[in-house]
């Protein structure tokens, strides 16, 4: 593939921590960094940290009134504001108003951690976010970590029926670590999104100064589904994640293999026809959503040359 896709400069970046504000990495790092920028300074710009939800992180909580990262709809972002909105749908049209509307950043990250064993997750919500796409291969080629490896991860939505934060900015990564249990700062996870984030902040640097990105072919795993847990008449769980599942994020999962185990011995296995990759496997945070875990399908994908428009 010869084409060479030409984006403009990236100069206006934003990195958001506390959008969950009991995820205690991206809470810790942009508190850390609100006191001293200077780790986030290049030659071509400086990114600017920013605590996206401070009453939840107030109160250790992923939320006060709903979850921010899926209040972020056209629908909610235009809708006449009134006092007794949630607090977080607020808070979204504020962040909405700084970094996104018509003065959109250039460049939006998005800290969050998993109680998941999803290592470094590097999601994406275009599949054609070419500068995204760049900068997730410049991770896995630069910033390797066999502790947290780099997996690619698209949320495939349409643009207007996208929720989440990160679909404020012209182009965006949110990096999903774990994992690391809710309200905990585990060390190594800090380390390592500090690590990702300086690593991704250079190749932003790079290509704002011209450099040149080749063409590469990269394995994506999109999401396809969502699975329940095995409920009772009552709504109630009555299968858990196996013991074989637990852990097992972005392993290829068969038809007929355990996913679900019940306290009387029972077990379900996986009914669909092809192999899946599960994610955000006991996810603590998807209880509530009733979500058991992620399906994604591996996804090969050619990527074309890439270098900034001037
Ligand atoms: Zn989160």
Redesign the pocket.
């Known amino acids: 593939m010869n084409a060479v896709t030409q984006n403009k400069p990236a100069t206006r970046v934003v990195i958001f921590g506390g ?2 504000g009991n ?1 205690m990495s991206g809470v810790s790092l942009v508190k850390h960094w609100l006191q001293d920028p200077s780790e986030l300074h290049r030659v071509t710009f400086a990114a600017e940290p920013f605590l996206a939800n401070p009453l939840a992180v107030e109160h250790c909580v ?1 939320y006060i009134d709903t979850d921010l ?1 899926r209040s972020f709809s056209q629908e909610l972002l235009s809708a006449c504001s009134s006092e007794g909105d949630p607090y977080e749908v607020k808070r979204a049209r504020e962040i909405y108003k700084k970094f996104g509307a018509k003065e959109s950043y250039d460049f939006v990250f998005d800290l ?3 109680t998941s064993n999803m290592g470094s997750t590097l999601l994406l919500c275009k599949a054609d976010d070419y500068l995204a796409l760049h900068l997730a291969n410049y991770l896995q080629c630069n910033c390797v970590d066999y502790s947290f490896p780099c997996n690619v991860y698209l949320v495939d939505v349409e643009e207007r029926n996208n929720v989440y934060l990160q679909n404020i900015g012209k182009h965006s990564l949110s990096l ?1 670590l774990g994992p690391q249990p809710q309200g905990v700062t585990r060390a190594d996870v800090l380390a390592r999104m500090r690590e990702l984030v300086n690593c991704s902040l250079d190749f932003l640097d790079l290509y704002n100064q011209g450099k040149e990105f080749p063409s590469f072919e990269m394995d994506i795993y999109r999401v396809t589904s969502r699975v329940d847990f095995p409920r009772d008449v009552d709504g109630e769980i009555e299968g858990f994640i196996h013991k074989e599942l637990q852990d097992r994020d972005y392993h290829p999962l068969k038809p007929g293999d355990p996913i679900f185990q019940t306290l009387t011995g029972d077990e379900q296995s996986f009914d669909g026809e092809k192999v899946i990759y599960p994610t955000f496997i006991n996810e603590a ?1 998807y209880y509530e959503k009733k979500v058991a875990f992620i399906a994604t399908e591996k996804v090969h994908q050619v990527v074309p040359a890439l270098r900034v428009q001037c």
């Open positions: 959008t969950h995820e992923r990262n969050h951690n998993t999903e945070a």
